[in-house]
């Protein structure tokens, strides 16, 4: 079945090591998404790219980074972890022109030591 | 900020209708209802959207007023399997607009 996949589905770090979270997809999405969601929070947008055309949003900060190298992988990048990053992390992809319909992945739920 | 309010909480008996309440006072005409729902620790899953008719799918159905200013998701049989937090949003359909998420309605349906 198409899918968002995402890996890993829990991951620790220590503060201020760098991680990465990846996720793929093969619903052959032009546009990706990462979300984080705290604790009894909504998801917040970091950022997304169509194609490759990255989007940030504003208030992303600039610890966090993001690479998209081909269609069906996207990567994010967290510099240097504090504890106030510790979240899930769901990547989300759509299709250009029914950006309303976004397909979730499971998330990784990121813990800061 | 979100553009949507929800109850917090509701609760619904297994196989009853699950009648979702949202308040979009502020939606301006280009804009849609959209409908997602977060089982607990999965990522959301969209449900269903629409402009100012009702609409109907496989999973539930949109009834918006005609003032467009609320609307009401319905699940005809709730199941355990649809315990879940259901999130309101309301955005336009542009390629750059985004879906801005508010606290959404925790909804246990009880056996």
């Known amino acids: 079945d198409a899918m968002v996949i995402q890996n890993p589905r829990y991951q620790v770090t220590q503060f201020g090591k760098p991680v990465t979270l990846s996720c793929s997809q093969t619903?052959?999405?032009?546009?990706m998404y990462w979300y984080q969601q705290k604790s009894s929070q909504a998801p917040k947008l970091l950022f997304h790219?169509?194609?490759?055309?990255?989007?940030n949003e504003a208030d992303t900060p600039d610890n966090f980074q993001s690479r998209r190298p081909n269609t069906s992988f996207c990567f994010l990048d967290i510099r240097s972890p504090g504890l106030g990053d510790a979240a899930m992390y769901l990547c989300?992809?759509?299709?250009?022109?029914?950006?309303?319909?976004?397909?979730f992945g499971p998330g990784t739920r990121l813990t800061v030591t | 900020d979100a553009k949507t309010t929800q109850p917090t909480s509701m609760d619904c008996a297994e196989g009853r209708a699950a009648n979702l309440p949202c308040n979009h006072s502020?939606?301006?005409?280009?804009?849609?209802v959209y409908w997602y729902r977060q089982i607990h620790s999965q990522g959301p899953q969209y449900i269903i959207h629409g402009l100012k008719n009702n609409e109907t799918n496989e999973m539930a159905s949109l009834i918006i007023t005609e003032d467009r200013k609320s609307s009401t998701l319905i699940l005809p049989h709730a199941t355990l399997r649809d315990t879940a937090v259901y999130y309101c949003?309301?955005?336009?359909?542009?390629?750059?607009?985004?879906?801005?998420w508010g606290l959404g309605t925790s909804l246990a349906v009880n056996p």
């Open positions: 989300a992809t759509s299709r250009l022109g029914v950006r309303y319909e976004q397909y």
């Open positions: 949003i309301v955005s336009s359909t542009g390629n750059n607009r985004k879906l801005i």
């Open positions: 502020t939606i301006s005409g280009n804009e849609y």
């Open positions: 619903l052959n999405h032009n546009v």
């Open positions: 790219y169509y194609d490759k055309d990255f989007n």
